[in-house]
């Protein structure tokens, strides 16, 4: 299993996802440098590609986004039907409220 993860991790995250997927390959790169050949080889990718990319992901089972928007991939044509689509939904209310409250 290929895991592309476009996201910063630390080591202690990256040891994490080890964990949760024994014997799977990761490969971390920021998602500038992200190529459609690594798109392509991915089975589940964490953090956002351009959609423009995706296209070329036959392989794609699972899209984390870590973004809550994920309208630009819910597009026809982007994701193949049977690509798992999950957003960050959340993931930013707390610090989002306490920015707002600090101001």
Known sequence: MQILITIPVTE????CFRQAAPGAEFTCM???NVTEEMIAASDIIIGNVPTNRLKASPRLKLLQLNSAGANEFC???VLSPDTVLC????AYGVAL???MRAQ
């Open 87 to 90: 957003n960050a939904t959340g």
């Open 12 to 15: 202690q995250e990256m040891a």
């Open 30 to 32: 920021q998602n500038p």
């Open 75 to 77: 597009v026809p044509g």
């Open 97 to 99: 409220g306490e920015h």
